[in-house]
């Protein structure tokens, strides 16, 4: 083969690439999910009041005063549990810190996953009392249904959804 076919067949492999690169990152580009779009950012709190909201309506038939009940106790757990979040990762923080020092001190690191722990065991208490406060909320037939909708969301297994495979049945 000569020069000549040689820098050909290069310059094809060249456009050929490029070629790829750019349908791989246009399908990219398209393929991402909407509420993830640049010009919008995440989902809106707008457009996940307004879904809670239906799904009060829809499945525990809430009243316009529940409603607003609701998503005031709502808010004020988001609040508090955000607040929780923070202080558990703050304190990972400092547990790996700790591990990236020149001679890491076990017993701290020991000390600051307790903290963890119980902060963790907060966070997990207050969506407890988050589902009391719900369930005083709703009238007797309510109750039955939320007992129905917690359930439900207990049978599904997260794990294999995102496999693509269905949720088993009930009973397995």
């Given at each position: 083969?000569?020069?000549?076919?040689?820098?050909?067949?290069?310059?094809?492999?060249?456009?050929?690439?490029?070629?790829?690169?750019?349908?791989?990152?246009?399908?990219?580009?398209?393929?991402?999910?909407?509420?993830?779009?640049?010009?919008?950012?995440?989902?809106?709190?707008?457009?996940?009041?307004?879904?809670?909201?239906?799904?009060?309506?829809?499945?525990?038939?809430?009243?316009?005063?529940?409603?607003?009940?609701?998503?005031?106790?709502?808010?004020?757990?988001?609040?508090?549990?955000?607040?929780?979040?923070?202080?558990?990762r703050?304190?990972?923080?400092?547990?790996?810190?700790?591990?990236?020092q020149?001679?890491?001190?076990?017993?701290?690191?020991?000390?600051?996953?307790?903290?963890?722990?119980?902060?963790?065991?907060?966070?997990?208490?207050?969506?407890?009392?988050?589902?009391?406060?719900?369930?005083?909320?709703?009238?007797?037939?309510?109750?039955?249904?939320?007992?129905?909708?917690?359930?439900?969301?207990?049978?599904?297994?997260?794990?294999?959804?995102?496999?693509?495979?269905p949720?088993?049945?009930?009973?397995?």
């Amino acid at each position: 083969m000569d020069i000549f076919k040689q820098k050909r067949y290069l310059i094809f492999v060249i456009i050929l690439l490029v070629i790829l690169n750019l349908s791989t990152l246009l399908m990219l580009w398209i393929g991402r999910p909407l509420h993830l779009s640049a010009k919008e950012g995440p989902v809106s709190t707008e457009h996940e009041k307004a879904r809670v909201q239906q799904l009060l309506k829809d499945e525990l038939e809430f009243d316009e005063t529940q409603i607003k009940q609701y998503l005031k106790m709502r808010h004020e757990h988001h609040e508090q549990a955000q607040q929780l979040n923070d202080d558990i990762r703050n304190l990972k923080k400092q547990m790996f810190d700790e591990v990236l020092q020149d001679k890491p001190q076990p017993m701290l690191s020991d000390s600051l996953l307790i903290l963890v722990q119980e902060k963790q065991a907060d966070l997990e208490k207050l969506t407890f009392r988050h589902f009391l406060n719900l369930k005083k909320l709703c009238k007797p037939k309510q109750q039955d249904k939320l007992k129905l909708l917690i359930h439900e969301v207990f049978r599904r297994k997260p794990a294999s959804r995102e496999n693509g495979m269905p949720p088993n049945p009930p009973g397995n």
